[in-house]
């Protein structure tokens, strides 16, 4: 029986915690959004008619697509980087957002547009190399069809049940417990 009396107390410690966690908003305007895979842009500042660099890491297809206002859509295969020259009319002092797509997940960042133009950088070749090993592993998090970080209404609303729920067999099991398993 004190077993069962612990085994309920450590449930409900344990939800109670993970109701009462603070959720992190991974897009704090300054840092990239968290994704299951890498992805990143540079420089992160670039004049009008510039050329960016743009590399992903981890994602386990053959290709991740890349697109924004300010650039034709850009297809990285086999987890080769790739190019994009910033259009010329791009408003100079602006950020943009660059969106990375792997298999449906969507990650995002900022390209800042300087002021003034410079000639766009020469193409060098990239040497061919051996892409990274797949990450494997479980993907753990809240997530939501709105890719809102924060928990919704029915979220919150099937955790308070659960707890209600874990404090009503506590109290039952410990009335159980005080008058010799009758009810």
Do not use: Q
């Amino acid at each position: 029986m004190r077993a069962i009396r612990t085994a309920s107390a450590a449930l409900l410690i344990t939800a109670a915690v993970a109701v009462s966690a603070p959720t992190a908003s991974a897009d704090d305007g300054t840092t990239p959004n968290v994704t299951s895979f890498g992805f990143s842009v540079t420089p992160r500042t670039v004049a009008p008619g510039g050329t960016v660099t743009l590399t992903t890491e981890g994602c386990e297809v053959p290709s991740v697509t890349v697109t924004s206002g300010i650039f034709d859509t850009v297809t990285l295969t086999e987890g080769r980087p790739g190019t994009a020259t910033v259009d010329l009319d791009a408003k100079a002092g602006a950020e943009y957002e660059i969106a990375f797509d792997c298999k449906g997940e969507r990650g995002t960042t900022t390209l800042t547009v300087a002021h003034g133009t410079t000639p766009p950088a020469p193409v060098t070749p990239v040497a061919p190399h051996t892409p990274p090993a797949p990450r494997k592993g479980v993907k753990a998090g809240f997530g939501s069809s709105t890719g809102s970080d924060a928990l919704g209404t029915a979220e919150l609303a099937a955790g308070a049940v659960l707890i209600a729920a874990a404090l009503g067999v506590a109290v039952t099991l410990t009335r159980r417990g005080r008058t010799g398993g009758r009810p």
